[in-house]
């Protein structure tokens, strides 16, 4: 779905800004806005007191910021904050959380209000799609999470993931706009290594993110081990088969020291067994892949079971011998922050995760 409100100063570049300046504009101006808005991440350009005063007055009258600001915010147990952050375009809501771990943080940002792929274990998958998020939005995620937390992502150990709402090759434009300005130097600052994007796996669009000058790691969804399988659980397949996803893949034109990422959420009964995961090392033995491996998140409404610790471990020790592959641990299971548990839960959805 299309974004049809009007544009905000989150998303635009430097040659966005100095056209809205117009003709005459002092190139050094716009550079002057775009450094504030992502270098020094001001929530109000009168924060900038080097821009002149009447600059700043015609800059709120003709467009607004575009900052999100905070509708839900749940704190977990193991220090992940889930936030539920408003859309100013239209009073919409999106996801993103902020999972610290000893001296890095992780935020996983959104690319969707909602989803529509509709793969079976997730719970944002029962949203459905409201709407693609416009490059601001996106970008607007990182730096409220920034923000709140006092985060330099030059200083920081700090990695950004789009796994969180949406499919984000299916907003392509919108993703490479948003990782243009989140891995300009000189926008909010961080290393494209340290960027990474997950898609159910969109055959066509995979060439064109990996076409792009600037863009993001890859992951790729994978979760079943042969085709019919994988229809099951996720239906996308129908349309984009696993051998045309798996030829993608190897097509993938990686820069030096980067891996493609897979991810296989593991269910109970369903994809876990030896052989499935001898089928997974078959299936990635021969490319340059890492393996992140995910204990179903259950949640109200999913079919199906999280395996036990056991199965996960064999299941690892298997593709092991292949590729290096790691147990992804849940964070914020008590406030439905985990993957493929965002759906915009309130206080009063949330129950008691054994």
């Known amino acids: 779905m299309a974004l049809r409100t009007q544009p905000t100063l989150l998303g635009l570049d430097v040659a966005d800004l100095l056209d809205l300046l117009g003709p005459g504009a002092r190139p050094f101006r716009a550079r002057q806005i775009y450094e504030a808005l992502y270098k020094h991440n001001v929530a109000d350009l009168d924060e900038t007191t080097t821009l002149p005063k009447d600059l700043r007055d015609r800059l709120r009258a003709e467009m607004p910021h575009g900052r999100l600001t905070v509708d839900q915010r749940f704190n977990s147990v193991d220090g992940t904050v889930r936030y539920l952050l408003k859309l100013p375009a239209d009073g919409r809501t999106v996801e993103s959380v902020l999972m ?16 529509p792929v509709d793969c079976k274990f997730c719970l944002t998958a029962q949203m459905g799609l409201e709407r693609s998020l416009s490059a601001g939005e996106i970008v607007g995620q990182v730096l409220h999470v920034c923000r709140e937390h006092n985060l330099d992502p030059r200083a920081s150990h700090c990695n950004i993931v789009m796994m969180g709402m949406g499919e984000p090759l299916l907003n392509l434009p919108n993703v490479l706009k948003a990782t243009r300005i989140l891995c300009d130097d000189n926008g909010v600052g961080f290393s494209q290594r340290r960027v990474t ?6 055959v066509p669009k995979i060439a064109e993110l990996g076409a792009a000058e600037v863009r993001p790691n890859l992951a790729i969804s994978l979760n079943a081990s042969h085709e019919e399988q994988r229809v099951e659980l996720m239906p996308i397949t129908k349309k984009y088969h696993l051998a045309d996803l798996m030829a993608a893949c190897k097509a993938y034109p990686l820069r030096p020291r980067e891996f493609l990422f897979f991810e296989y959420v593991m269910l109970r009964g369903v994809n876990d067994t030896d052989a499935d995961a001898r089928r997974v090392v078959a299936l990635l033995g021969n490319m340059k892949a890492k393996l992140n491996i995910i204990a179903l998140n259950p949640g109200p409404g999913i079919p199906f079971q999280t395996p036990d610790p056991e199965r996960v471990d064999s299941f690892q020790k298997i593709i092991m011998r292949s590729l290096p592959c790691y147990v992804r641990r849940p964070r914020g299971l008590d ?7 965002l759906k915009k839960m309130q206080p009063a959805d949330l129950i008691t995760i054994q």
Request: aromatic share 4%; net charge negative.
């Open 335 to 341: 406030i439905y922050a985990a993957c493929g548990q």
């Open 100 to 115: 610290p771990q000893d001296d890095r943080h992780t935020i996983c940002i959104s690319s969707q209000v909602g989803c």
């Open 197 to 202: 994007v997950s898609t159910s796996g969109i």
